[in-house]
């Protein structure tokens, strides 16, 4: 198979785990025979600091011309903590998503019990979590008229829905769920948002198209407290924009490590895919980021172009590295494994290194010596 990945390596610890992703794919290519050409563009903080602007046109045009966009990760300090700053990183993300049309953000959520003691949650609560957040991407409060006053005294940011944003992702939700334990939950606000009660009148009709999935319906902050008291009872979690940023977030803690979680977002043409991390700018160019967030997102770029068994085999190399302590230092501060050397560990596997002819006293030369 032949594809063209548009690479965005974006800000922060972006790039470090995005080159382990690269290595990655071309161990699968390698390995398949297949063929993925990269082409590197600009959004972020990057691109405001090279051009002037968060997303340039190259980047749009190139996108929209490729199979797939493989994202590491946006933002930097100075603009968060700078209200006034006009231009921001994360406009450009915004702007991608809108001109890509990609309505659908899919972000898987499940644990490891190699994990588990890491989990701010009790080990019997989140055995055989599993379940996936459909949020609605390109609507919502993230997208409606925004304004300050001139006094700088009163802001607002509209909040609105259509049936066709809501239709096309609860589509896509639905099929899931058939796919799946055939339970799909709306989150919405509906004893308050008339939005969120178009969310549940427009997915009750759709329900009836999918009489083998059982629905149910949550109010946000109590979805918000389900999700740590009881997150096995999830299955499919359908919901718009914000409150699937929200408890993406919250969800993704659960596993034990916010850098392990990868996404999707997927629309009509190409799909974007990148781990749920930020930036997160203290760690950049240190070589100790988790590079298994982006991994696992090139792992479903891979399952996007229905290449399901090069997909699988970097799940199991990365169930492997965890099963056998090679981990990075969100995971084990002591004795924790570099960004790079996870990423080499991980394509070895996939080039039938390891786990035959697994020879840990190499392995041990590319661990970090605290002294
Ligand atoms: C996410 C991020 C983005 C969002 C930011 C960076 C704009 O938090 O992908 O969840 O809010 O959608
Ligand atoms: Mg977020």
């Known amino acids: 198979m032949n594809k063209n990945i548009v690479v965005i390596e974006g800000d922060g610890i972006g790039p470090e785990v995005t080159r382990q992703s690269i290595k990655i794919l071309n161990a699968v290519a390698e390995k398949f025979g297949h063929e993925f050409n990269y082409t590197y563009c600009l959004m972020g903080a990057d691109a405001i600091d090279k051009t002037g602007n968060p997303l340039p046109d190259e980047t749009i045009e190139a996108a929209l011309n490729s199979d797939a966009i493989l994202f590491g990760a946006i933002g930097h300090p100075k603009y968060d903590n700078d209200p006034t700053a006009k231009v921001r990183p994360e406009q450009g993300l915004l702007k991608l998503r809108k001109s890509l049309q990609l309505f659908a953000n899919i972000r898987p959520v499940s644990t490891y019990p190699s994990l588990h003691h890491l989990s701010p949650l009790k080990t019997k609560n989140i055995e055989d979590v599993d379940f996936i957040i459909y949020r609605e991407l390109t609507g919502g409060i993230y997208f409606g008229k925004k304004e300050t006053n001139a006094e700088g005294t009163l802001a607002f940011d509209d909040c609105t829905y259509t049936k066709e944003e809501i239709e096309r992702i609860a589509h896509l939700a639905f099929k899931q769920a058939q796919l799946r334990r055939k339970k799909l939950t709306l989150v919405d606000k509906a004893n308050v948002l008339e939005t969120s009660r178009l969310w549940r009148k427009v997915v009750k009709e759709i329900a009836l198209e999918y009489k083998d999935v059982d629905v149910d319906f949550l109010f946000v902050d109590n ?14 979690v359908l919901t718009e924009n914000m409150f699937g940023d929200i408890i993406s977030d919250e969800a993704s803690v659960i596993s034990g490590s916010l850098g392990l979680l990868p996404s999707a ?3 009509k043409g190409a799909a974007l895919f990148e781990p749920i991390h930020g930036s997160y700018p ?5 070589d100790i980021a988790n590079p298994l967030g982006s991994i696992l997102s090139s792992a479903m770029l891979l399952d996007h172009f229905g290449l399901h068994k090069e997909a699988t085999l970097i799940r199991d190399a990365v169930n492997w590295t965890l099963e056998n302590g090679f981990v990075t230092k969100d995971i084990d501060p002591v004795n924790f494994y570099f960004t790079t050397t996870i990423g ?3 394509s070895d596997y996939i080039g039938n290194k390891f786990p035959a002819d697994i020879n840990r006293e190499n392995i041990e030369l590319r661990k970090s010596t605290i002294i």
């Open 223 to 236: 979805a918000a407290m389900q999700i740590i008291l009881n997150p096995k009872q999830f299955d499919v």
């Open 265 to 267: 977002s997927i629309g």
């Open 282 to 286: 203290q760690a950049a160019g240190k």
């Open 344 to 346: 080499e560990l991980i």
